[in-house]
C-alpha cells in the first residue's frame, strides 16, 4: 500500500516550452500533496504544498507563476513548469499524504521525474 | 545557517561494521524527526521515524534523538552492501507540513 507514481520518469524539452509532471496516489487519498525538487548531491527542497480544491502554498522565493500547480482530484497533483530554463533542470519529487493517518501524517514519496532543459 | 546540518560524506565502510550517521538542526520547534533511504534517482523510503528524544530500535537499525542537544542519529548495525545509498534526516513540527531535509550523507558497504 501508500503507492505514489509520477509521469513522465524523465523528460527533456526546449528552452521556453512549458512541461507538466503528474502526481498520483495509487492505492489511498491525499488531501495533501507536496512538490519537492533536488539538485545534484544536494537535499530535497520543498517548493509547494498542494490542498486537494484550493490553491497551492509556495515556499519562499518559489515563483508561483512558473511552477503551476493543480491538485484536482484527492489522488492527482500536477506540477506544471512554465518557459522552462536551463536553469530548471532539476529532479522534481512529489510525497502524498494519507488523509487517513493519525498524528504522524507520514509523506509518502514518488520516484521523481529528471527534467532537462536544453 | 541551514535549519538542518547533514555531513555528506561520503562514507565507506567494509560490511559488517557499524555506520553512524548524524544530523544537528536548529530549530526547537521540531518534533518528529526522520530517516530516509534514497536509491540513485529514485524517491526517499522512509526508514523510520521518532516523536521527540529518544531511542528507536528496528532490526539493525536505531535512530536517536538528542532535543537538548538539537542531535539526531542513525546507527547501522552488521551493515550489507544493499545498505549503500544515500541517507538523508529529515524534520518537522507537529503537523508534517513543513518537513526540512538534511543534505544526505552517501554510504558504500564494501563486500
Known amino acids: 500500500g501508500a503507492v505514489v507514481s509520477q509521469h513522465p520518469s524523465w523528460v527533456i524539452c526546449k528552452s521556453g516550452t512549458s512541461v507538466k509532471i503528474e502526481c498520483r496516489s495509487l492505492?489511498?487519498?491525499?488531501?495533501?500533496m507536496f512538490w519537492y525538487r533536488q539538485f545534484p548531491k544536494q537535499s530535497l527542497m520543498l517548493m509547494a504544498t498542494?490542498?486537494?480544491?484550493?490553491?497551492?502554498?509556495?515556499e519562499q522565493g518559489v515563483e508561483k507563476d512558473k511552477f503551476l500547480i493543480n491538485h484536482a482530484s484527492l489522488t492527482l497533483s500536477t506540477l506544471t513548469v512554465t518557459s522552462a530554463h536551463p536553469e530548471d533542470s532539476s529532479f522534481y519529487i512529489c510525497?502524498?499524504?494519507?488523509?487517513?493517518?493519525?498524528?504522524?501524517?507520514?509523506?509518502?514519496f514518488g520516484p521523481g521525474t529528471r527534467l532537462t532543459v536544453l | 545557517q541551514k535549519e538542518v546540518e547533514q555531513d555528506p560524506g561520503p562514507l565507506s565502510v567494509p560490511e559488517g561494521a557499524i555506520v553512524s550517521l548524524n544530523c544537528t538542526y536548529s530549530n526547537s520547534a521540531f518534533q518528529y524527526f526522520m530517516w530516509y533511504r534514497q536509491y540513485s534517482r529514485k524517491g526517499p523510503e522512509l526508514l523510520m521515524y521518532t516523536y521527540s528524544s529518544g531511542n528507536k530500535e528496528d532490526g539493525r537499525f536505531t535512530a536517536q534523538v538528542d532535543k537538548s542537544s538539537k542531535y539526531i542519529s542513525l546507527f547501522i548495525r552488521d551493515s550489507q552492501p544493499s545498505d549503500s545509498a544515500t541517507y538523508l534526516c529529515a524534520m518537522s513540527t507537529y503537523n508534517n507540513n513543513d518537513m526540512r531535509f538534511g543534505a544526505g550523507t552517501r554510504l558504500t558497504v564494501k563486500p
Open positions: 510525497s502524498a499524504r494519507d488523509s487517513r493517518t493519525g498524528v504522524y501524517n507520514e509523506q509518502f
Open positions: 492505492d489511498f487519498q491525499a488531501t495533501t
Open positions: 498542494s490542498n486537494e480544491g484550493s490553491k497551492a502554498t509556495y
